[in-house]
């Protein structure tokens, strides 16, 4: 998958987020 690389930057900032609440 790749043309849509700050799709997957969020996704991984959500997560990263999600975890460190």
Do not use: F, K
């Amino acid at each position: 998958r790749s043309g849509d690389p700050q799709l997957h930057t969020h996704l991984v900032i959500s997560n990263c987020t999600a975890r460190g609440r």
